[in-house]
Every structure is written in C-alpha cells, then in structure tokens.
C-alpha cells in the first residue's frame, strides 16, 4: 500500500491516554457509584429495560483488578455516518484489549450493524490495525445503516455472538445507534446471555452530548476542517470584495457544527435552526435578517460576505415544516395520480390546487429550482428527502427577490454577487485531530475496561476534555441513564434524548453577542488548516463549543 | 486585531530565501547574459518594445554591488484572482527594500492596476506588513482585473509614478497582467522615464510557467487545499461505499491544477481538457469514458468512485465550442428579439430554430438546468459565462442518461447516486504553504534586487525549485522574451504565451500510464491537510508536478 507523506507520519502518533489508563493494567480497578435514573419515564424506562435499568455509573480508581487480565473475545460495529477517528477507537480497544492479554481477540464486523445479523466479520491483527491508526474513514470494516430491531435480527445477533464466543459487541454509533446498544444489552441479558454490549458517542454532529458525555468524536476534525474552508473563503471575500457566499454545513437537525464554525470564523451571517424554530421565525423573517446584513454593509461599500447555513434549517421553519408535511401527505395519499403527471409545470398546478393556500403561497414564491427538488427528490418512503434540498440555493433566490424590491423602495444600493458552497463530506474522514485522535483511542480504551469489568448496557465515557489528556476522566455510563420516551412513527419509543443547541447555552449566548457587529463590520478570523504538529495551541485546543461550555 | 493561534504562530515563521539573498546585501551583484529572443515573432516584437526587446537574462553573482543601497521607493499592485502568498511577496519585496536602505519605502497601489492609474496608495510600514506575513488573501491592498491599456491609463499611470517619485511597479500578475507589466516597462521608458517594471509570475492555475518561471506561485498551496479534499471524499466514498463525487476544480483554461490533484489522490477518472482538445473528444466520449469505469467498478460490487473535472472542460469540447459560439451570435444578433422572450421553454424552442443542426440536436440532449445556464448567464458582453457553467452537473445528467440505456440494455446493473462538487474560492487564500511563502519571499527579494539594479521590463525568476531554498536560483528575464504574438479580438497581440498541460510531459504521462488501473481498483490516496510544522517530507514538499517536470 503506497500511502502519502502524512500518513505515513501519522501512523507514528502516539494518541495520549488518560492518566489511569496509561499505568499498569493491573492496577485499572473499577469504582460503583449510586444506581443512575433516566433522565426522564423512569417508570416505563424500568418496565423497557428490566435487566440493564438502573445501574450504577462507573468510574476507575487505581486499585487492583482481578479481571482485566482475561482472555476476552469482543467485536465491533461502526454504524451510520462517518466520523474522524472512528480508526482509532477500534485501534484503542485492540491495544487494551492485547495489553490485557496477548491471546484476546477482536472481531470486526462488516458493512454496519447487518455485520453482526449476517455474521459476516474478519479478526484484526496488528499488520490491519497499524495500516489505519490516526488515519479518518470508516473503511477499515466499513459502516451501515441497518437498524438491528426485528425479533430475528435480535435473535441472530445473539446467534453469531455465541458462534464467535463472544464476550462482547462495542458499537460505535450516535444516538439512534447508542439506543440500539441499549436494547441489544437488554435483549442479551433479557435471554440469559452474558454477552455485553458497549457504546461509542460518534457524530460529526454533535448533537449526542449530555452531562456524561462532553462531546461525540469527529466532532472536533469535521467543525475545524469546514472552518479551514469557511476561513479561506472569508478572506477570499474580503480580497475580492465582489462575492457573497452562501455556505450550507452538515450536521442534520443541530446547529452545533454551523455554530462553532461561526465562533471559529465569525461570519457575516449565521442561522441557527433552534432558534428558527424557538422564535417561528418566517422564511420572510430570516430572508430580512441576510438582507439586513447586505444592506447595511452596502452601505459601507461592502458588497461582499459570507452566510453560514444549517443543513437542517427548512425544518424548522414552521411554514416549510407545514408545507413538507402536506406534500408528503399529498404524495402518499395520491401517489398513483401525481406518478401520471411528468411534467413539473402540470406537477405544480396540481400541487397548487391541493395545498392548504398558506402553503400553495408559500411553494409558488419557492425558486423553481427548489419547488423542483421538493417535489422530485423523495427517499422510498415517498417522503420529501430534506438534507437534499439546497437551502443555501433556496435563500439565494429569496434574497435575490427580497433585495431587487429593497432596490426599487431605494432602499438598498449595493452589487449582489452570490455564490453557493455545501461543506460535508469534505470533513467526515479527515485524519482526526490530535483532539479526536486521543479521544477516540481513549473511548476505545475505555469500552475494554467496561467489557473486562463485566459491564453491559454502558457507553464509554471520557470527561473533562478541556484539560490535558492526562487529566481525563474515563468511565461507563449506563446508556438508560441517557434516554428517555419520545413519540416515532405514531408510537413512544425509548430513544436518547437529542442535544439540540441550546439558546441558554454559552456556545449560542456568545456568538448572540457579537453577531450585531460581525454582521456589518468584516470581522473574519481565519483558522487555517488542522495542524498535528507544532505548538501546543495550534494543534491541541479543542473546539470553542466545548470550552464555552466548560467554562 | 484578535486573530487564530495559526495565524500568530504563522508571524513567526522566517521564509527561507536562496543563498545568494541571505547574505550581505552589497555583495548580491548582477551579471548579464546574451541578448534574448522572443519565443517566436521576433521581428513583431522587437518592433513593438523599440526599448526594452533583447535585454539579457540577468543572474546574480558574489561580487560588490554599489547601487543596491541606495535610498529607492517602489510601488507594488496585485492584479487578477487571489493566491496564496501574495503577501509574502510584497513582504519579501519590502524587506529587501528595507535592508538594502531603511529610507527606502514602498508604497501598495490599491484595488489592482486602477490604484496606479487613479493614484490610490498607502505606505507599508512594519506594522502593515508584520500583520500580513506569511498569510493568504490579497486584502493587504485589494486586487483588482482593470487592464492598463488605452493612451488616458498609459499617461495617468506614468503621472502617478512621477507624482509619487517611485523608481519601480512592481506588478503581481499572471500572463496578462505581466504582458501588461512589459507594454508599461515599454511605454515608460519610450517616454523617457526611468520608472522600472517588474513582474512577479502569479496564478494558482499554474500557466504562466516556461524554461524560466518553474511554476507560478500559489499553485502549490491550492492544489494541496484541493488535494486534502479531493483525498477526504475518497476515504468518505471508499467507507460509505454507495456515492459517485463528481468534483470541479477551479484552473480556467489549463488542466494544472486539476492533473495535479489527480497525481496526489489517484481519482477513478481525471478529465483532462487538452487530451480532450488534442483528441477531439465529444461529450458522448467523455460520458463514455466516465461510465466505463462505473460499469467495471459496479461489476466488482464498487458502485462508489471520483472524477475529477477541469473547469475549462466544455471549452475543449469542439461541438461544445460550437454550440457556445452560436449561442453568443445568436444573442448578439439578436438580442432585442431574445430579450422580450422571458419564458425558458419559449427560448429553448427559439434557440433550436436558429442554432445548427448539429448544435441544436446537443443543445436539447443537455440537462435543462445547464440549458438555461447557457441561456441565462451571460458577460456584459453577452457572452456565455462558460466559468459558470456547472459542468460537474452536465456530466452527472448526461452519465445517468447513459447508464439507463446501459442497464436496459443489460450491460450495466449497478447503483449510481452521484453528488457534484465545486473547489476553488476554497484555495485562493489559504495560508501559503512553507514551499509558498519561502518562493513568493524569495521572489519579492528578488525583485527588490533587479529593481535595485535598475532592470525594467523583466519578470522575478526563482529557479531550481526542486532543490532546499537555499540552492534555488534567482534572476531575472526580460519579459518579452516569454512573449509570441496572438489574434485577440481579431487582430494580432504581443502576449505572454500561456502553459497549457502537455501531453507528452512527465506529469501528463505519469498520471496516463496510472490511470486505467485507477478507473477500475480503489487506489485512493490521502494528502490530507497542509502541514506547517513536523517532518520536512510532509511540510516542505513541492508539488508533483514540479518533481516531475524535473525529473
């Protein structure tokens, strides 16, 4: 395998470790506290969960372990979407899983969860694992989608589990995937298995974080890399001074990611779909806050900037929510009739004369484009797919219109230049950051302490993460500790609760104080690219998010 | 000024320059060579720059030089699109000023070649320039694409430089700005003026390059930002395992940029526009050759992969060129009729009953999203906008068009979910990479020197750029020795001649010999972000192409 200079130079990066756990293995002794409540439906989380509910939180102490040492044979699942690090959690649990002892095995299943159902899986060894230390992707057993729910889908997860003698399954995931943990633990224990079932907080997103879990991994490399970029086309901006640039950020339904690039960055203009959707802001609304921004920077001669747009943001728009749910309705309940109409003129009267007349208003005002995707692009439920509506094309069209009108009130006399940029897939498999890359190999780390200690039902927690690696604190949570009741799909699911941002929050009240001043002077902040070496403050800080929260 | 940790810690980096500038200052001495010629239309150009043809290549020597501290003041304009190092240029520029005499100054003409002409400058200080080292963007002065070219911008830009006793411009360009660079050399010293010019070779597109000038400067930086994105969608493709990237790169007209990106990330498919032009391809071809690699990888069960597209792509196309061409006459002939027709549908069928047969059965097998590009974004002359087209679109449209009569016809029985990318504002200002900042520092101080040698009409060379800085060559050639004439506009022009990507070069030949094993295996390659600390084989590497061409 011919592999680039960096690397090359990575695969030499000692990820740092907590300092409990680089001692002696021996000497890693468990500590119970208190039996830990759910957050919220403590009666019918208890009644879900009636052998994993109620467990203790555990930390580690220096001590003795009696356990540790055992040969263990544990598997592992990377499940959804990428995230950097995700190498280095599988390459932290192999390390402490073989520094425990030397004849333990890891197992890592194929494709996602459906890896487990199928048992389709290979053994690691230290020739796979050092082919893809501190490196970004998923690739090295590649991750899936599947959901491990029906009965058959429990009963052969439990089924290869015993054909591989296993000890335990880590599932490295986000909430959805962390939930699914959950049951799995319960349904193991629930049939008398000893098998365990551990968890890994993994998202880009950052929107699977509480009181215990400070920060899900890639969180860190994903928001740095789309700031690199953000950072180079303010200046950009600020050389040309003829561009205003639109730029939509991944992350699903949270703004954690758009808001920390815009502490990062400080952008003209950021949109947080929390508080869209706190204040039912209008489409309207949020047109005339970017063009309050324009104007006024028009004024100064500034006929450039830079816009930071939440992937999630139409959904939590309350009229587009309204519109969405109704052509989706719409869509389902006629679906044999509007499949006969291809073109997308004859679609758009049809549409019109069936939505409500807010939303037949609403959709008509739409960029054609966008009227387009919202009627073309459904996923196979038949339902609009959101993430592939171009929110940043969308707001441009609106903002064009919005100002041509401001033009002729002569109230705005400025040059409107857009340009449209979507930044995901460009950060989900960086290589991690020296942040995400100790992090990661420690919650892999973790996740074999939990197993050796005969743990199920917990997620690998690290804490404390402001300070230096050493100064980390790891430990199990028990994942029911995390959830609570939430109506899906008609019924009251046990899900964990979601971290949206949170307008009370640091994060959101820091950037709420400057965004007045950011909006019409050029405040820009240019953060470079992700350094792995050099001085500690260039390359070790974590993001801006976590310190405002520590703080 | 609240600035990043790497930007701080970027202040403190010292460029390396090449030996013979590190040194004592009066002990650079220059030395003349032959006469030089143009690279073809002698006779023309020595006709055309009466004062300043055949001057000899200059190179600088140990020896005593007693002119070089005499007390100067330069001026300094950035023209045309951004690239990172900009502002190492002029620091170099001002420091060699500074240390040749500390009452030397210069001054920065702001907003591109029009501060020249409407005298509007300011004068660098150490704090200005402290606060710009080794940083991307152009917002040091702002740049700008006025052309010096009527009698009126001739007269006032020799009445600025007298006004403000400049003894040099010193002119940041690529190959049109320097061509304007040599006609102001011509037309100041035609007037009797012993104001200098000197150019500084400048484009991230990388074709401004011949035997003297190894590469323009900002072409490393952008490639490698490029690359890092280029090699994190592989690693996201390659573990998500279900999309095709398609990912237009910014270069205008020569295929560089692209081809480098290619030779760091190993793409499935790379297009290529002068392989394109020399084979005249059609677009059937190219969709061809794109879909031959998605219907082998598809066959291995890869339905996932990555083509990399130039920018300048359709322009090569001829029937492409065709179609653009008679879409423009058509507009310009035409414009009243076409201008009342405001309905895309109407203008489509107005289209197709004047263009060619040819043109009009390709214009109706285009995506209609690019159709109306084609209709819709016109110049201020009218003309296409061909940067605007989104070809990574075209492509997408035109690939899956294929693939269904490939499937239909049992050939092909894969998935294809594509998503198209577009990288270019995301790398003009990025932070130069060491390689950057230590040439553009270097040329900056080399032109200090011929300007210090009281040269006009040349271009800042640094060569042997292969080698540690230390051994790099600086010199400077006459720049009408890179020129040829050309029809522009319908009548002949002297011009700088523009590099364009050859075939039967190393890093043309190199990435033909790879690519059928690239179109079929997963050989990704991960650049990863540019370094500016650690190991020298990651921080300090030039570009592929450049080891190539030298090799």
């Known amino acids: 395998m011919e592999i680039s200079a960096l690397q090359k130079a990575r695969y030499q ?14 000497e890693i002794a468990l ?12 009666t019918a989380l208890a009644d879900l969960f009636k052998h994993t509910y109620g467990k203790p939180i555990a930390s580690f102490v220096k001590g003795k372990n009696n356990k540790i040492s055992r040969p263990l044979t544990a598997g592992v699942i990377l499940s959804g979407g990428q995230a950097p690090g995700g190498h280095n959690v599988i390459a932290g649990l192999y390390d402490g899983l073989k520094k425990g002892n030397s004849a333990s095995k890891l197992l890592g299943f194929l494709g996602g969860p459906s890896g487990l159902v199928e048992d389709k899986c290979l053994e690691f060894t230290d020739a796979i694992i050092d082919d893809y230390r501190n490196t970004g992707g998923f690739d090295i057993i590649g991750s899936g989608r599947t959901k491990i729910e029906t009965p058959e889908q429990f009963a052969a997860s439990l089924e290869t589990a015993k054909k591989r003698n296993l000890d335990a399954v880590v599932i490295i995931g986000g909430d959805d995937s962390n939930t699914n943990a959950a049951l799995l633990a319960e349904y193991f224990t629930a049939q008398g298995s000893s098998v365990q079932v551990i968890g890994c907080p993994k998202t880009i997103d950052g929107d699977l974080k509480n009181e215990y879990i400070e920060a899900s991994f890639g969180f860190d490399t994903a928001a ?9 086309i303010e200046r950009d901006a600020a050389s040309a001074r003829k561009y205003w640039h639109f730029i939509k950020l991944m992350g699903r339904s949270a703004s954690h990611i758009t808001l920390e690039c815009a502490l990062q960055c400080r952008p003209n203009v950021c949109l947080v779909s929390e508080e869209v959707e706190t204040k039912k802001l209008s489409m309207d609304q949020i047109v005339e806050q970017i063009c309050s921004s324009i104007v006024r920077r028009a004024a100064n001669k ?20 309204k519109l969405i749910k109704e052509l989706n309705d719409l869509m389902a309940d006629h679906s044999d009739e509007i499949s006969k109409i291809t073109n997308f003129i004859d679609q758009v009267y049809w549409m019109d004369r069936h939505l409500s007349i807010e939303s037949s208003t609403l959709f008509k005002t739409l960029p054609p484009e966008i009227a387009r995707q919202l009627l073309a692009d459904r996923d196979p439920h ?34 409107f230049s857009p340009l449209a940029h979507f930044f995901g897939y460009e950060g989900r498999c960086a290589f991690p950051s020296n942040f995400d890359a100790d992090y990661c190999y420690s919650l892999g780390f973790t996740a074999f302490v939990l197993i050796a200690s005969g743990l199920t039902g917990y997620i690998s927690s690290v804490r404390n993460l402001t300070a230096s690696a050493d100064k980390w604190i790891p430990g199990g949570i028990p994942l029911t500790m995390m959830m609570n009741m939430e109506r899906r799909h008609g019924s009251s699911k046990p899900v964990i609760k979601k971290a949206l941002v949170e307008l009370d929050g640091k994060p959101f009240k820091t950037f709420a104080g400057e965004r007045e001043k950011w909006s019409v002077e050029t405040c820009y902040h240019f953060p470079g690219a992700i350094q792995y070496y050099g001085p ?6 974590p993001t801006k998010t976590l310190v405002l929260e520590h703080s």
Do not use: H, W
């Open 31 to 42: 500590s119970l506290g208190e039996a830990a409540k759910s957050i919220a439906d403590d």
């Open 224 to 232: 740095k890399t789309y700031s690199e970029l953000i950072g180079n």
């Open 536 to 541: 500690p403050e260039v390359c070790d800080q």
């Open 382 to 415: 038949g339902n609009v797919q959101v993430s592939r509506i171009e929110t940043e094309r969308l707001l441009i069209g609106m903002v064009e219109k919005k100002l041509k009108e401001l033009k002729n009130a002569g109230d705005y006399n400025g040059k």
């Open 13 to 26: 990066y000692q990820p740092k470790l907590p300092g409990i756990l680089s001692g002696k293995i021996e």
């Open 302 to 321: 500034n006929n450039f900037g830079v816009v930071l747009v939440p992937e999630g943001l139409i959904e939590f728009v309350p009229e587009m929510k």
